[in-house]
């Protein structure tokens, strides 16, 4: 038997506004509002309101037989609601069917487990929170920013009471092991890890209307046939995805639609398949050994790392600089200067710095607003300095309260 899980990432950031270094220390808006509203209603209207639909269509034709699993940044649920609540209103419909699951994540889709731990679980339980609050649901699987994991992750995670994780299907880590089965993460005794299938996931995310790949056309029969291989050599088909998948970054017109709306009934047609969600692939399965995984890992570009964001100097020095600055921003009591900081630690403003132009440099070129590398540095540090500079007045607030007595004064 075999059982297919989807798993669909939703996440818009928000978008940093082209900030000179003449407004440090005299505007302090960072954030390009028009923008995020224009990009949020387009990609609603290309993806989240049809592909919502489709879904919730699958659902109801296959008797609550189809199921699927979100996760949500909770900065997108804030766009969602600010610039396209009925995005917000389609995904509780779904909720509602009780075929959709909701998994937890950092709230501002931020790296800080590689930074902060304390910064990382406040934003788990502020998204959590957020969670339970639209949707009705208390997540029991976690999935980390860019699904980036190693041991210490998992031990964590386990800890703050969650039953699953999800992680890349690395060949590096999985060697001849099939990422087709649930594994146990070293250093844990009870949390499951769900690997996802990059091969099969890549072909409906990246390749589905590649012309030169020597599989297109992919039509839901053949990709129907390469489920029914794992019969025998596997329990559970993870297909994650970015959710964008759907009619932005696979448009429309390359009939991706029409292949998710055929998919279910062609994979239903083989008595041992069926589709489950991660929690019930947790119950259902059990882990068939253990993965030692020193080194984060991700889903993004071939080495499967965190060089996307991590992997030269200037994103180093941007997330060092960011992260230094935690104390201050948290004891300043300001929530607008905390919302700010956090806003900032959107994994996106780093990805926009990546200087990767080989193999992965037209996917890092494709999702890029700004015209280099050096210019997403440039920006983002101005507004790095005026951060800090909210702060310094913050601390010279506190020290020196209006109304307070001047030494040495008459």
Same mark, same amino acid.
């Given at each position: 038997?075999?059982?297919?899980?989807? *798993?669909? /990432?939703?996440? /818009?950031?928000?978008?940093? %506004? =082209?900030?000179?270094?003449?407004?440090?220390? =005299?505007? =302090? $808006? *960072?954030?390009?509002? $028009?923008?995020?509203?224009?990009?949020? /209603?387009?990609?609603?209207?290309?993806?989240?309101?049809?592909a919502n639909q489709a879904i919730l269509d699958l659902i109801h034709q296959h008797d609550g037989k189809f199921k699927a699993s979100y996760s949500i940044t909770g900065i997108a649920l804030d766009q969602f609601e600010a610039y396209a609540p009925e995005v917000l209103d389609s995904f509780r419909a779904l909720a509602k069917t009780g075929c959709v699951e909701f998994l937890n994540e950092t709230y501002h889709h931020s790296l800080s487990f590689l930074s902060s731990r304390d910064e990382f679980k406040e934003q788990v339980a502020l998204h959590r929170k957020k969670i339970q609050r639209l949707f009705g649901q208390s997540p029991k699987v976690f999935r980390n920013t860019e699904l980036v994991f190693n041991n210490e992750l998992a031990h964590t995670v386990e800890k703050m009471g969650y039953k699953g994780i999800l992680a890349e299907g690395a060949d590096h880590i999985l060697?001849? %092991?099939?990422?087709?089965? @649930?594994? %146990?993460?070293?250093?844990? $005794?009870?949390?499951?890890?769900? @690997?996802?299938?990059?091969?099969?996931?890549?072909?409906?995310?990246? %390749?589905?209307?590649?012309?030169?790949w020597k599989e297109w056309p992919l039509t839901a029969e053949k990709f129907t046939s390469w489920v029914n291989a794992i019969n025998g050599n596997g329990n559970v088909l993870n297909l994650f995805m970015d959710y964008e998948t759907f009619g932005e970054h696979q448009w429309e017109s390359t009939g991706i639609f029409d292949f998710i709306r055929a998919l279910p009934h062609f994979i239903r047609q083989h008595p041992d398949n069926d589709f489950i969600t991660p929690s019930e692939a947790i119950r259902r399965y059990p882990a068939v050994g253990d993965l030692d995984i020193h080194h984060p890992m991700s889903w993004a570009d071939i080495e499967r790392d965190t060089s996307a964001w991590l992997g030269n100097r200037m994103q180093q020095e941007a997330f060092r600089h960011l992260f230094q600055m935690e104390k201050d921003v948290k004891t300043a009591g300001d929530p607008a200067l905390l919302e700010d900081w956090r806003k900032l630690q959107t994994s996106d403003h780093l990805y926009y710095m990546c200087t990767k132009w080989f193999a992965d440099g037209d996917v890092h070129k494709y999702f890029?607003? *700004?015209?280099?590398?050096?210019?997403?540095?440039?920006?983002?540090?101005?507004? @790095?300095?005026? @951060? /800090? =500079?909210?702060?310094?007045?913050?601390?010279?607030?506190? !020290?020196?309260?209006?109304?307070?007595?001047?030494?040495? !004064?008459?």
């Amino acid at each position: 038997m075999v059982s297919v899980c989807f *798993y669909f /990432q939703v996440h /818009q950031p928000w978008r940093i %506004r =082209h900030y000179p270094i003449f407004d440090i220390g =005299h505007d =302090h $808006s *960072y954030f390009d509002d $028009s923008k995020n509203r224009e990009v949020m /209603q387009k990609v609603a209207g290309k993806c989240y309101l049809p592909a919502n639909q489709a879904i919730l269509d699958l659902i109801h034709q296959h008797d609550g037989k189809f199921k699927a699993s979100y996760s949500i940044t909770g900065i997108a649920l804030d766009q969602f609601e600010a610039y396209a609540p009925e995005v917000l209103d389609s995904f509780r419909a779904l909720a509602k069917t009780g075929c959709v699951e909701f998994l937890n994540e950092t709230y501002h889709h931020s790296l800080s487990f590689l930074s902060s731990r304390d910064e990382f679980k406040e934003q788990v339980a502020l998204h959590r929170k957020k969670i339970q609050r639209l949707f009705g649901q208390s997540p029991k699987v976690f999935r980390n920013t860019e699904l980036v994991f190693n041991n210490e992750l998992a031990h964590t995670v386990e800890k703050m009471g969650y039953k699953g994780i999800l992680a890349e299907g690395a060949d590096h880590i999985l060697g001849w %092991r099939s990422p087709n089965f @649930l594994y %146990r993460p070293k250093t844990t $005794s009870t949390i499951k890890l769900l @690997l996802k299938n990059y091969r099969l996931s890549d072909d409906i995310a990246f %390749r589905f209307s590649e012309r030169s790949w020597k599989e297109w056309p992919l039509t839901a029969e053949k990709f129907t046939s390469w489920v029914n291989a794992i019969n025998g050599n596997g329990n559970v088909l993870n297909l994650f995805m970015d959710y964008e998948t759907f009619g932005e970054h696979q448009w429309e017109s390359t009939g991706i639609f029409d292949f998710i709306r055929a998919l279910p009934h062609f994979i239903r047609q083989h008595p041992d398949n069926d589709f489950i969600t991660p929690s019930e692939a947790i119950r259902r399965y059990p882990a068939v050994g253990d993965l030692d995984i020193h080194h984060p890992m991700s889903w993004a570009d071939i080495e499967r790392d965190t060089s996307a964001w991590l992997g030269n100097r200037m994103q180093q020095e941007a997330f060092r600089h960011l992260f230094q600055m935690e104390k201050d921003v948290k004891t300043a009591g300001d929530p607008a200067l905390l919302e700010d900081w956090r806003k900032l630690q959107t994994s996106d403003h780093l990805y926009y710095m990546c200087t990767k132009w080989f193999a992965d440099g037209d996917v890092h070129k494709y999702f890029n607003p *700004y015209g280099s590398p050096y210019d997403g540095f440039i920006n983002f540090f101005n507004v @790095l300095n005026d @951060l /800090q =500079h909210r702060i310094r007045e913050k601390q010279r607030f506190v !020290s020196s309260p209006p109304g307070a007595a001047v030494v040495g !004064s008459a």
